[in-house]
């Protein structure tokens, strides 16, 4: 049964940084693309980055590139979220997902989904 835990989610100021974790069991985790999706209140569901289990190569959304670094450690079976120069806008409840796609940014190519973390930002 696979499972996947976030963790590191909370409150935040504008400006400030969260990194969250995402920690798998149940899958060959070196062989499943890790992503990480948003929902924020009243919207719909938003990909936000996604880490092919191929080539590590790393895809973001453009409204936060630049500012959110996702990377995994095979070794834990982690995958992560650094959230840099957070925005009131970024509250929502963020969700990681896997998919055996070498590359997946859309939520329909992802079979696995954690429960999610919040993440507030506000002063």
């Known amino acids: 049964q696979v499972q996947l835990v976030e963790s590191g989610g909370g409150l935040v100021q504008p400006g400030g940084s969260l990194r969250l974790s995402c920690s798998a069991s149940g899958l060959r985790f070196s062989l499943y693309t890790m992503g990480w999706f948003r929902q924020g209140p009243g919207k719909e569901r938003e990909f936000l980055a996604a880490?092919?289990?191929?080539?590590?190569?790393?895809n973001y959304a453009d409204s936060v590139r630049g500012r959110f670094t996702i990377s995994r450690d095979n070794v834990k079976n982690t995958v992560y979220l650094q959230m840099d120069n957070l925005k009131p806008e970024d509250t929502a409840i963020y969700s990681c997902?896997?998919?055996?796609?070498?590359?997946?940014?859309?939520?329909?190519?992802?079979?696995?989904w954690g429960q999610g973390t919040q993440v507030t930002v506000s002063s």
């Open positions: 880490i092919s289990y191929r080539d590590r190569r790393a």
């Open positions: 997902a896997a998919s055996g796609r070498a590359r997946a940014l859309a939520s329909y190519e992802y079979s696995d």
